[in-house]
Nanobody, 123 residues
Framework: VQLQASGGGLVQAGGSLRLLCAVS????????MGWFRRAPGKEREFVAG????????FYADSVKGRFTISRDNAKNTGFLQMNSLKPEDTAVYYC?????????????????WGQGTQVTVSS
């Protein structure tokens, strides 16, 4: 599968953004989907993951309660709703796909990556 993330932008602290991950190929529903981010000067880190059918989700502690991951397999699209954004959420956000059967935060499990979308949160 090929992935393309979009929806990033500049937002004030406390605001919201919704990221989209458009996926090409007919096998999207057979892949776990994850969102990762890389802040300036930091390593890429896991943000959220969702199972193939969308019935199981997993979040990094730093975003739990503020971000929601979802997917629409019929439209080959994944989403990351980000609320109550903080300046420390500023990063390039990537969506990724994994053929595993379970959601994992391990980025090395994910074999396909989108190009990333910039999210900037001002204080």
């Amino acid at each position: 599968v090929q992935l393309q993330a979009s929806g990033g932008g500049l937002v004030q602290a406390g605001g919201s953004l919704r990221l989209l991950c458009a996926v090409s190929g007919r096998t999207f529903s057979s892949h776990v989907m994850g969102w990762f981010r890389r802040a300036p000067g930091k390593e890429r880190e896991f943000v959220a993951g969702i199972s193939r059918r969308g019935d199981n989700t997993f979040y990094a502690d730093s975003v739990k309660g503020r971000f929601t991951i979802s997917r629409d397999n019929a439209k080959n699209t994944g989403f990351l709703q980000m609320n109550s954004l903080k300046p420390e959420d500023t990063a390039v956000y990537y969506c990724a796909a994994d053929r595993s059967t379970a959601v994992t935060a391990n980025q090395w499990n994910y074999h396909s990556w989108g190009q990333g979308t910039q999210v900037t949160v001002s204080s």
